[in-house]
């Protein structure tokens, strides 16, 4: 389920009053922006300061607080063009659906990796240096990338080899099933999302119960990595709402027709813009490290350290 399905069905069925689509939009730039003002503000922390770009821990955080931008900025532009231009050339289109499926399917899998670092430094403390090295992380962020394209990529090749080119140049509402419109797309995404869902699902429930088990008679840096663990599932939780989304909405056309976009734009805002705003509490403020040198830059009182 790509980002912009959630807000760009929004005024096919009942559309939004002017006063409500005005207010919608208002909401998602505000929240957008919030969001974004926040996470400029973690990368610049980051890239100020070695002692963050040498950690794999905080590597792999800020590859997900870049991925959040990446995504949080296309699901707005989504949003608003849903409203204002409605429709886009395909192949414009397409290059932003896959940016955005690309973005989506990539913070589960990083927070999946993310708890792995949690679970070796926590029951593995005098390997993590060997294991988790810098030049691992990164090569490990490369797989996500290649994880998120083999599952995204095969919608493209689809759709080249099945439609005409004519296709390509034609206007349509800007969401997955009209830019990728083959019926073997949709069988491919239900068995990825399974699949998917089972791996991440698994990784956290595992490392979060080796970390409890450790935690009962270890530090207090054991707990807090159960506490982090926690979290993770949480923002996994949200983040794997897009998994069934499909399914979601069928409910919610069946359970709310004359409030759909409501209900839509209710889910939106749980699924896209949620998950990518309890990124920056979990490191940027209960990390004590980084949380001293970001509220320098988000209290705009930069002084060089």
Same mark, same amino acid.
């Given at each position: 389920?790509?980002?912009?399905?959630?807000?760009?069905?929004?005024?096919?069925?009942?559309?939004?009053?002017?006063?409500?689509?005005?207010?919608?939009?208002?909401?998602?730039?505000?929240?957008?922006?919030?969001?974004?003002?926040?996470?400029?503000?973690?990368?610049?922390?980051?890239?100020?300061?070695?002692?963050?770009?040498?950690?794999?821990?905080?590597?792999?955080? %800020?590859?997900?607080?870049?991925?959040?931008?990446?995504? =949080?900025? /296309?699901?707005? !532009?989504? $949003?608003? &063009?849903? +409203? *204002?231009?409605?429709?886009?050339?395909?192949?414009?289109?397409?290059?932003?659906?896959?940016?955005?499926?690309?973005?989506?399917?990539?913070?589960?899998?990083?927070?999946?990796?993310?708890?792995?670092?949690?679970?070796?430094?926590?029951?593995?403390?005098?390997?993590?240096?060997?294991?988790?090295?810098?030049?691992?992380?990164?090569?490990?962020?490369?797989?996500?990338?290649?994880?998120?394209?083999?599952?995204?990529?095969?919608?493209?090749?689809?759709?080249?080899?099945?439609?005409?080119?004519?296709?390509?140049?034609?206007?349509?509402?800007?969401?997955?099933?009209?830019?990728?419109?083959?019926?073997? %797309?949709?069988?491919?995404?239900?068995?990825?999302?399974? =699949?998917? /869902?089972?791996? !991440?699902? $698994?990784? &956290?429930? +595992? *490392?979060?119960?080796?970390?409890?088990?450790?935690?009962?008679?270890?530090?207090?840096?054991?707990?807090?990595?159960?506490?982090?663990?926690?979290?993770?599932?949480?923002?996994?939780?949200?983040?794997?709402?897009?998994?069934?989304?499909?399914?979601?909405?069928?409910?919610?056309?069946?359970?709310?027709?004359?409030?759909?976009?409501?209900?839509?734009?209710?889910?939106?805002?749980?699924?896209?813009?949620?998950?990518?705003?309890?990124?920056?509490?979990?490191?940027?403020?209960?990390?004590?490290?980084?949380?001293?040198?970001?509220?320098?830059?988000?209290?705009?009182?930069?002084?060089?350290?």
């Amino acid at each position: 389920m790509n980002t912009s399905s959630v807000n760009a069905t929004m005024v096919t069925w009942y559309p939004d009053s002017f006063i409500k689509a005005v207010t919608k939009n208002v909401i998602v730039i505000f929240l957008g922006i919030s969001v974004n003002y926040i996470n400029v503000n973690i990368i610049h922390t980051f890239c100020k300061h070695q002692i963050f770009n040498m950690n794999p821990r905080y590597i792999l955080f %800020i590859h997900m607080v870049v991925n959040d931008m990446l995504q =949080v900025s /296309l699901t707005v !532009v989504l $949003f608003i &063009i849903s +409203y *204002t231009i409605y429709k886009l050339n395909v192949s414009v289109c397409g290059i932003m659906i896959l940016i955005a499926l690309f973005t989506t399917e990539n913070t589960p899998l990083n927070l999946a990796c993310m708890a792995v670092e949690c679970y070796i430094a926590i029951c593995f403390p005098f390997r993590h240096v060997q294991i988790c090295t810098v030049k691992r992380t990164l090569t490990l962020i490369g797989l996500i990338w290649a994880t998120s394209m083999l599952s995204v990529l095969p919608d493209l090749f689809i759709t080249l080899a099945t439609q005409p080119l004519d296709f390509f140049r034609s206007q349509v509402f800007c969401i997955r099933q009209n830019v990728f419109p083959n019926p073997l %797309i949709l069988k491919k995404r239900d068995i990825t999302y399974i =699949v998917f /869902l089972v791996i !991440v699902w $698994f990784t &956290i429930f +595992y *490392t979060y119960f080796k970390i409890l088990f450790t935690a009962r008679t270890a530090s207090k840096d054991a707990k807090k990595a159960r506490n982090t663990i926690l979290l993770h599932g949480f923002q996994v939780l949200l983040c794997m709402t897009t998994y069934v989304f499909p399914q979601l909405v069928d409910i919610l056309q069946r359970s709310f027709p004359k409030n759909y976009n409501d209900a839509l734009f209710a889910s939106y805002i749980t699924v896209q813009v949620l998950p990518r705003s309890i990124s920056p509490l979990i490191y940027g403020v209960r990390d004590n490290t980084f949380r001293k040198y970001l509220k320098r830059y988000l209290l705009c009182k930069v002084r060089e350290s």
